[in-house]
């Protein structure tokens, strides 16, 4: 993580606080992601992992807000106008939430909701966006016939495949995957992460993804955050916190984890655990 | 296989189930099979895991052996009696536990009505209510002081746990409990599946779910539903020896969190 | 309960609320607190000026505006709630059927309720009561016929939207019969949505009668009634337009008084709106 160059995200001294009572949810949140690296955020439900993700692209409830620095790119964040984070959204990072269903309009096909994302996005010409759309699509290994299908005729793990084409599309520099697996079935979430993971090494592109789910962020981050309560409780190297958890809030989710895991390991007769 | 168990609790005989397909101008075009032909039975006292993706229908087969929906065809048969004539004869012998504990209660009312519908749904019978609902909530870990409360005001993990100690309170023989854990923080999914297993007694479970690691951590033994048919049944100390080709490819397709970490975490007061 | 702490809490709902109950009290005592009996005639007094001995006046046979005002309340506010309650009963019934038994019980009633709500409901109001001669029973029992068919509906949506939440199926699974499901689980739950549509419907149902009395098919002299008094009045308005206020205020005060109140049950009863539930991060 010794990068010299500057990184593609930046946060310092990051507070979330609820504008009427001052009342701080997210205290003191710093990290920096480089180019084609991932970082995980991990912590239960009301850590507050999501509300970082919403801040950094811009989208907090209208009674939070944020202080410090988050830098992306070259922009102040905190400081942008809502048009330059609008653009930035479009362009420079993209999300993927963790309602599948929700992110498409059920009215329109999604070959129709692509092309006119990109045509917008991009300022593309219909053949051109049109030609970006597959392009995404055969990216995520998905059938061009899902440019025609209305987003209730796929499943929830083709729909999440969806969105990261389109980010591919968009050709974001970063992307922001908010719980991206935990509304999937156990296959599709391993479908979807390993298009994460190509997305990051074939792309470039630089990946923050939050999850409850220690399994889903041990496949994709080098590094880690771990939240707890609003606290960032514990950061480094995502493998190094994952093996040797220090604070005993990180022992706990790794060590509730690991106890989910163990009776599948006895039944498959592996023994991974070391004593 | 275990069709011819001596004694089986319950017994699925050939289920069929089919939904009308419709059109996009809402006209019923054909009839879709939702279960194809499916049959298995457990054993009593048995935690017998339905393992299955959205879509297999395991939800559907969960709703006919609870009585709550009519097969097209087949049987379902509780102690060899059909499942509706059972649940009339031993009241509250039968429970359910929701995935989504939110429409699980009733918005208006307090924890401790909730749990009491189910304590008189079993008779009520022995302790005042308010000591057996106080009971129950500790049995599931709750703290007294949230009997008084409102479901909003509860956690994702509590409002489960409210669940699984009405579920319990009727003092049933058989509970189904439906996708239970899945939405709950990870670190939540272990503590309720060690009460689940620490409150088993001689109950008997049918637990559905979608992940392998939750089947092979709870259950003795699980079927593999596909496109509503039964792809496997597996046993849980042999997984490794089956030839099952859908299990294969779903035990590949397993995220699977490793590490080195082998202290006991201390015990967390969960935020949530 | 939480929904009445929200209702205090919202004055405009809570001054309506007072106010329909003051009216409402007034026409339950009427005969100890009027100055004067509604029907007594005093032709040497007609048209007398509002004043300490007559309030509101008196109309063109000498009688008391007041008095009428006041009595007429047992007429337009009686008998436009018992309509409700009428109404909201078959609805009950009829909806919480459909919803629950589902096949060929609701498609019949839904197709039945669909004819009925066909018809523009002023016309067949004015049909029944046309066909039934004119009469107060009449009127009542022909806003019953054309408001009966949308009660019927909305309970079956909101029946059937609930009949699919876990809590009810666990109750199926648990034993518990359909009759205690409606009392326990349904009923409080559509309340809020029946109370609150009833509480605006209330509003027409009293324009309703005012008018067919107006028009002379509803409420027959010498029985005191708003629309009726207001139908009086017009015979004369080009003398004494002042005879139209009393009655026309009323009116106008009571229905939008029964139209706030309705919107504020709606906000106090919206299980999303409870001062408690913040905003979860």
Redesign the interface.
């Known amino acids: 993580m010794s990068c010299t160059e500057t990184p593609l995200v930046r946060m310092e001294h990051v507070r979330i606080v609820h504008t009427d009572s001052g009342r701080p949810i997210v205290n003191d949140v710093s990290f920096a992601l480089h180019r084609g690296h991932c970082l995980g955020i991990v912590g ?4 507050g992992k999501t509300l970082i993700c919403r801040a950094l692209l811009g989208l907090l409830p209208p009674a939070l807000h944020a202080e410090g620095v988050i830098r992306f790119e070259e922009t102040d964040m905190l400081r942008a106008s809502p048009e330059e984070a609008r653009r930035l959204r479009g362009t420079g990072m993209g999300s993927i939430l963790q309602q599948p269903m929700t992110a498409f309009d059920p009215l329109y096909t999604l070959g129709d909701q692509f092309t006119e994302t990109l045509r917008e996005k991009l300022q593309l010409n219909a053949a051109d966006a049109d030609a970006l759309a597959r392009f995404g699509l055969s990216q995520v290994k998905l059938p061009e016939t899902v440019m025609k299908s209305y987003p209730h005729q796929l ?2 793990g083709m729909l999440q495949r969806c969105m990261i084409a389109l980010t591919l599309a968009l050709r974001s520099r970063l992307v922001v995957a908010d719980e991206p ?1 935990t509304a999937l ?7 979807v ?1 390993q298009r994460f993971r190509r997305l990051r090494e074939e792309h470039d592109a630089a990946l923050i993804v939050v999850s ?5 962020v ?2 994709l981050a080098d590094s880690l955050l771990v939240m ?2 609003g606290h960032c409780v514990e950061a480094g190297d995502a493998e190094t916190v ?4 220090q604070h ?2 990180t ?19 592996e023994n ?4 | 296989m275990s069709l011819h168990d001596a004694d089986p609790f319950l017994v699925v005989r050939h289920l069929w189930k089919h939904y009308p397909e419709r059109n996009r101008s809402g006209w019923r075009t054909a009839m879709r099979p939702i279960l194809k032909d499916v049959s298995f039975s457990a054993r009593r006292g048995e935690i017998l895991g339905l393992l299955g ?3 297999s229908g395991k939800s559907t087969l969960s709703r006919c052996i ?3 929906e009519a097969p097209d065809s087949g049987d379902v048969l509780f102690e060899g009696q059909t499942v509706r004539y059972w ?2 004869r031993h ?2 012998s ?3 536990v ?1 995935q ?1 504990y939110v ?6 009312f307090h924890i401790r009505d ?1 749990i009491a ?2 304590y008189r ?2 008779g009520g019978e022995g302790r005042s209510e308010r000591e057996a609902v106080a009971a129950l909530m500790e049995r599931v870990q709750l703290p007294s002081r949230l009997a008084e409360s409102l479901p ?2 509860l ?2 993990g509590q409002l489960q746990r409210v ?1 699984i100690a ?2 319990l309170a ?1 003092n049933p023989s058989f509970i189904v409990f439906d996708e239970a854990v899945s939405a709950l ?7 309720v ?2 009460l689940l297993r620490n409150i088993k007694g001689d109950m008997t479970y049918l637990f559905i779910t ?5 089947a ?3 259950c003795d033994r699980f079927l593999l539903l596909r496109n509503g048919e039964l792809a496997a049944a597996v046993d ?2 042999a ?2 020896a089956s030839s099952s080709p859908y299990l294969r ?3 590949n ?16 007061e ?3 | 309960m939480t929904f009445w702490q929200s209702l205090k809490r919202d004055r405009p709902g809570m001054a309506c609320l007072c106010f329909l109950v003051l009216v409402a009290l007034a026409g339950l005592l009427a005969p100890y607190i009027v100055p004067y009996d509604p029907a007594d005639i005093d032709v040497r007094n007609k048209f007398a000026s509002c004043g300490w001995t007559h309030w509101l006046g008196t109309d063109h046979l000498g009688r008391d505006i007041l008095s009428r005002l006041v009595y007429g309340t047992r007429a337009s506010l009686g008998f436009s709630l018992l309509t409700m309650g009428v109404t909201v009963s078959i609805g009950i019934v009829l909806g919480m059927s459909a919803g629950f038994l589902r096949g060929k019980v609701e498609a019949f009633l839904m197709r039945l309720c669909d004819v009925m709500m066909s018809f523009p409901s002023e016309v067949m109001i004015l049909a029944i009561v046309g066909m039934l001669g004119p009469g107060l029973e009449n009127v009542v029992l022909a806003c019953v016929i054309a408001k009966w068919p949308w009660y019927t509906r909305m309970i079956r949506t909101v029946t059937r939207q609930y009949a699919d ?3 009810i ?8 019969g359909t009759p205690y499901i409606i009392r ?2 349904l009923l ?2 559509a309340a809020g949505e029946i109370i609150v549509l009833a509480t605006l419907d209330t509003g027409a149902v009293i324009l309703m009668i005012s008018a067919l009395s107006f028009l002379g098919l509803g409420v027959q002299p010498p029985t005191p009634e708003w629309g009726m008094m207001l139908g009086e009045a017009k015979d004369i308005m080009i003398l004494y337009p002042e005879q139209m206020l009393p009655p026309g205020i009323t009116i106008l005060l009571v229905v939008a008084a029964f139209n706030f109140l309705g919107d504020s049950l709606r906000d106090a009863l919206d ?1 999303w709106h ?1 001062p ?2 913040e905003v979860t991060v």
């Open positions: 239960e439900s009301g850590s499943s929830g697996t079935d156990a296959a599709n979430q391993y479908e992460l409850h789910d220690l399994g889903a041990q496949m707890c309560r994952f093996n040797a958890p005993p809030y022992q706990y989710l790794v060590g509730t984890r690991l106890a989910l895991t163990r009776g599948f390991r006895r039944a498959l007769g991974h655990v070391s004593a | 993706e959205s879509g609870l009585g709550l649940r009339m009241r509250g039968c429970s359910v929701f989504d429409t699980s209660v009733n918005p208006g909730i519908e189910g749904a079993g909003h005001q956690s994702g669940c009405r579920a009727s923080d990870v670190s939540i999914q272990t503590q599946l060690d979608h992940d392998i690691q939750m092979a951590l709870l849980c100390a997984m490794s490819e779903l035990v397709s397993t995220v699977v969190f490793s590490s080195e970490f082998t202290g006991t975490p201390t015990a967390w969960s935020s949530a | 939440m876990n809590y199926r666990f109750a199926r699974v648990a034993g518990y326990r689980h409080p739950c299980p409870h408690s539930r």
